[in-house]
Structure formats: C-alpha cells, structure tokens
C-alpha cells in the first residue's frame, strides 16, 4: 500500500462504480482527476478551471457536502452529484465529486419529425435510435424520422429498464432484440425483430452483458 499512488488508487475506486458513476477530485480552483462512466461523461479535462455553478464549486464555496441536481446549462447535459470538500491540517483543500445520470420517470413518447409533420411514438415502439451523418434517427414501428437530441441526451431521456447503449452510434430497446450473435467485426451482433443487424462495440459489450445478464 505505501507505493500505491494516488491516481492508482482513485483508478481501482472508479473501476468499482465505471458503469454508472463518474468521478471528479478537484483543488480549490481546478480539476486534478477525472473518470468518466459509461452513463455519463461531462468531458472534463485535468487542469480545466472548477465550473461556476458546479456541485464542486459549491461545496467548496459552502464549505460542506451538497448533494443536488445540475441542469444542462452547466456541461450540456443534466446530471446528479454529490461533493464532499477535504482538508489537510485544517485547511480545505479540494473536494471529490460523485456524478451520476439523471433517470426519468419518462413522458412515456418521444416525438419524431418527419416529412409531413411530427409524430408522437410511445417508448415501447422505439425499436433502436441511430446516429448516423451528424443525425439522430429514431426507428419505430413501421417508419422513422429525425430528431435533434444527441445520442448522450437520448440516454437520459429513455427508460433505462427498456434502453442500452451497445455503440457510440446506436442505444436499442432490448424488448424489439430478436437474437444475439458472435460477429468477426464486433464483439456480437444483434438481430432486431425487424431484421435489422445492430453491432455491439467492444467498449459496451462488458456493460451489456451485465444489463442483460448473459
């Protein structure tokens, strides 16, 4: 243990929570670490100044733990967190920082433009949603269409119970998965009741293996 540095033990902590929680070690003024799960990534660099409005920012500022929700007017995308500032010899001296995706209850549609209009799509006919040529498609049941949310957003907005992101470019609803598949070219393919062929990287399959339990 007296050579284990720092950055290796913060590392093997954040192995333990990797799939759902992020975590965040700053100074008084800057982020020092930063690893990012597979649920959330607010791309923060080391060195980046500690964001005003920030749960770091406050609990250092209060001097306290806060544990709160953040809009999407900070990083880009909403989250929760808890920060606990630290002290050596009676002095703050930073704070450490647990982020964790915000889950909705959901509004139970997700409403998709198309050429003639837009159209309201219940969750569970969501087959798989898309990104493909700087778009994001959503594939329902017997049309698709356009929407303006990034993958990440996406995320967020779906039931997690129904959706999982396998790719950096797909998140499918594993209630629409027909079969799942050795593939050469990825880990495994999926098979979609559509006939569709969905790869699942090798950067998701650990995570989508565990949420589907095989």
Same mark, same amino acid.
């Given at each position: 243990?007296?050579?284990?540095?720092?950055?290796?033990?913060?590392?093997?902590?954040?192995?333990? *929570?990797?799939?759902?929680? /992020?975590?965040?070690?700053?100074? @008084?003024?800057?982020?020092?670490?930063?690893?990012?799960?597979?649920?959330?990534?607010?791309?923060?660099?080391?060195?980046?100044?500690?964001?005003?409005? @920030?749960?770091?920012? &406050?609990?250092?500022?209060?001097?306290? &733990?806060? /544990?709160?929700?953040?809009?999407?007017?900070?990083?880009?995308?909403?989250?929760?967190?808890?920060?606990?500032? *630290?002290?050596?010899?009676?002095?703050?001296?930073?704070?450490?920082?647990?982020?964790?995706?915000?889950?909705?209850?959901? &509004?139970?549609?997700? @409403?998709?433009?198309?050429?003639? #209009?837009?159209?309201?799509?219940?969750?569970? /006919?969501?087959?798989?949603?898309?990104?493909?040529?700087? &778009?994001?498609?959503?594939?329902?049941?017997?049309?698709?269409?356009?929407?303006?949310?990034?993958?990440?957003?996406?995320?967020?907005?779906?039931?997690?119970?129904?959706?999982?992101?396998?790719?950096? /470019? *797909?998140?499918?609803?594993?209630?629409?998965?027909?079969?799942?598949?050795?593939?050469?070219?990825?880990?495994?393919?999926?098979?979609?009741?559509?006939? @569709?062929?969905?790869?699942?990287?090798?950067?998701?399959?650990?995570? *989508?293996?565990?949420?589907? #339990?095989?």
């Amino acid at each position: 243990m007296e050579n284990l540095s720092l950055s290796a033990l913060l590392d093997v902590i954040g192995e333990v *929570f990797s799939d759902e929680i /992020s975590i965040v070690v700053s100074n @008084t003024e800057e982020y020092l670490y930063y690893l990012p799960s597979k649920r959330v990534d607010l791309k923060i660099r080391p060195g980046d100044p500690v964001k005003e409005g @920030t749960i770091a920012q &406050k609990a250092i500022s209060q001097k306290q &733990k806060v /544990s709160e929700f953040i809009n999407r007017d900070v990083f880009g995308i909403p989250y929760h967190g808890m920060a606990v500032p *630290f002290y050596h010899d009676g002095e703050l001296e930073g704070c450490v920082t647990a982020i964790y995706p915000v889950y909705t209850d959901g &509004k139970s549609v997700v @409403t998709v433009k198309t050429h003639d #209009g837009w159209i309201p799509v219940p969750f569970a /006919s969501v087959k798989y949603v898309e990104v493909k040529d700087r &778009k994001t498609y959503v594939m329902a049941e017997g049309f698709s269409g356009t929407h303006k949310n990034t993958l990440q957003e996406f995320e967020y907005l779906l039931p997690r119970e129904s959706f999982v992101r396998c790719h950096r /470019s *797909f998140i499918v609803n594993v209630h629409h998965i027909k079969g799942i598949y050795p593939d050469t070219h990825s880990t495994f393919v999926l098979e979609m009741d559509n006939g @569709t062929r969905i790869p699942v990287s090798q950067s998701y399959s650990s995570y *989508f293996r565990k949420l589907l #339990g095989f």
